[in-house]
Each structure stands twice: as structure tokens, then as C-alpha cells.
């Protein structure tokens, strides 16, 4: 013979597994119990309770916001003045178009490829003002300074954000 409990807990596992099953063709929202759902009875004055586990859908990347809106007058240049202690060093500038006045600028580097002659990623971060500041569209000058990493760079991605506000193909030696 089985004993009581023995049975009434194979009752309520067979319970709850039919409950997480569903026919062919039906969808799992219909043959699922929702939480919500009152308890269900079993023998012998147990309840047992059957929720449905719901997977939240993955958060979507939202792209990058640049508070840049426009940008011109992109110019390269690598200063390979001579002279004792002296070190080839890249100078990038530009014009760039913002919201307001009182913007700060910082520059990231990005990767670098392995060519011969590498193409220089930047990236341009701006940062709003903190107190007060002229609220019309204004024109800052930035500049990018920094040792040159190459002899030459066959060009220089400006980005922002997740735009590209300039590339620079001709990139001028100085002596």
C-alpha cells in the first residue's frame, strides 16, 4: 500500500506539471494559468499555488546622443619640428555648432588600425555647461593635440556620438 502523503504529493506535482504544459497549437498565454489566478484546491486541505514566469524582452541600445549639430573647417597636420627632446606630435581642428554657449570638450582615441599607414579615430565628447549659459546655436573652436603615434596617418575619423562629423584625408607634414 502507499502511504497518504506519499500520494497526495505525486497529486500535486502531476498538478503543477500539467499546468506548465500546453497543446500543439495553442499559445502559452491560453494554456498557462496567470499569476493572478485563485489557488488551487488539492486533497487533503493543501493549496498549491501555479504562477507563470514572464521574460521581460532584452533593453535595445539606444545610439549615442552628440549635442553637436553641425561641424566644418576639419584640418590634420603632424609638427615634426626638429630639435633636442623634440617629438612628432598630431594637431586636429575644427568648428563645431552647439545649442549653447560654455561647452567643454574632451577627445577619446579610438582603435587604430595595422596598417602601414593607420587611419586615427577621435572622438568628440562634449559636456554642457553647469550653470547659466547663452541659449542660442554657437560656434566653438576645438583642437586635439597629442604624440603622433605613426610617421603618417593615411586619414582622421572625427566622431561624436554616434555620427561622424569629419574624416581628413590630407594630413600635412610641418617642419
Not at 561641424?71 to 627632446?85: E, F, L, Q, T, V
Request: hydrophobic residues 45%; charged residues 15%.
Amino acid at each position: 500500500m502507499t502511504r497518504p502523503s506519499f500520494a497526495l504529493a505525486a497529486a500535486a506535482s502531476v498538478l503543477v506539471l500539467v499546468g506548465c504544459q500546453s497543446a500543439p497549437g495553442e499559445t502559452a498565454s491560453a494554456a498557462a494559468p496567470a499569476a493572478s489566478e485563485a489557488p488551487v484546491q488539492v486533497t487533503a486541505g493543501e493549496t498549491v499555488r501555479v504562477e507563470t514566469v514572464v521574460q521581460e524582452a532584452a533593453p535595445v541600445a539606444e545610439p549615442e546622443a552628440c549635442a553637436v549639430l553641425d561641424s566644418r573647417d576639419w584640418a590634420a597636420w603632424i609638427n615634426k619640428m626638429p630639435g633636442p627632446a623634440a617629438v612628432a606630435t598630431i594637431h586636429v581642428t575644427g568648428k563645431v555648432d552647439v545649442r549653447s554657449g560654455g561647452h567643454t570638450f574632451t577627445w577619446e582615441e579610438g582603435p587604430m588600425d595595422r596598417s602601414a599607414v593607420p587611419a586615427l579615430r577621435l572622438k568628440l565628447v562634449p559636456k554642457a555647461p553647469d550653470g547659466m549659459a547663452t541659449m542660442a546655436i554657437t560656434t566653438e573652436a576645438v583642437a586635439y593635440q597629442a604624440p603622433a603615434l605613426s610617421s603618417g596617418y593615411s586619414r582622421v575619423v572625427i566622431g561624436c556620438g554616434g555620427t561622424t562629423l569629419g574624416e581628413i584625408t590630407e594630413i600635412m607634414d610641418v617642419y
